[in-house]
């Protein structure tokens, strides 16, 4: 009997790990509900870690842990050409800071530790930024000609709308980005203001 079970031992041992695994599985049915149960555990972690290093990439991306501040400056609305943009790159007297994203102009002044002068990303200041937003670039453009990124693939135009989103979701939406005979894009809400300031002036004349 000795010897019988000297053999079976010896012919478990030469087999693959795998079916042991699977023996040890079938005959107590309760490890192969642990094992599905720590399988999802682990998935689980897997999955909320990735999402959290995500997050915190983008969270890093827009300052969010820097002591970010509300600007102080005036709100600022008007469309721009690229060569207007260029100068709100903080180097003027109120240091205004102004980005471009998907033809959309956003005040980033209250990042000015991001965007400023020794900051992470100093070169973004005054510039359209959508290419180079989708590219993971630290460069800025310093093209001065106008973009219309007719150019990107479906891909592309995706990651820019997020990006997009992104920066309007943390700063401040001032106006568009224009082409230097293209005309400004007056606000529904601006011109229903004026409208409304010319009929209050009419009735103050009468």
Not at 32 to 47: E, H, M, Q, R
Not at 62 to 79: C, E, V
Not at 87 to 108: H, S, W
Not at 132 to 151: P, R, T
Request: net charge negative; hydrophobic share 35%; glycine share 6%.
């Amino acid at each position: 009997m000795s010897e019988k079970n000297g053999q079976a031992k010896s012919l478990e041992t030469k087999l693959p790990w795998y079916y042991n695994v699977y023996n040890t599985i079938k005959d107590t049915p309760i490890n192969l509900t642990l094992l599905l149960v720590s399988a999802f555990v682990f998935y689980k972690v897997v999955n909320i870690t990735r999402q959290r290093r995500n997050l915190n990439r983008i969270r890093n991306f827009f300052g969010y842990d820097k002591g970010n501040q509300i600007s102080q400056l005036p709100p600022l609305h008007r469309d721009f050409t690229v060569k207007e943009l260029l100068k709100y790159n903080g180097t003027q007297e109120d240091g205004r800071i102004l980005v471009a994203v998907n033809f959309n102009v956003y005040d980033v002044s209250c990042a000015k530790h991001f965007y400023g002068e020794g900051g992470t990303y100093p070169k973004y200041a005054g510039c359209d930024i959508s290419r180079s937003l989708i590219n993971f670039s630290a460069e800025g453009n310093d093209c001065l000609d106008f973009d219309d990124l007719s150019d990107l693939t479906a891909k592309q135009r995706s990651t820019l709308v997020e990006w997009d989103q992104q920066y309007a979701e943390k700063y401040p939406l001032v106006g568009h980005l224009m082409r230097e005979e293209e005309p400004p894009i007056i606000d529904a809400n601006e011109e229903d203001k004026n409208a409304e300031l010319e009929k209050l002036l009419e009735e103050y004349k009468m």
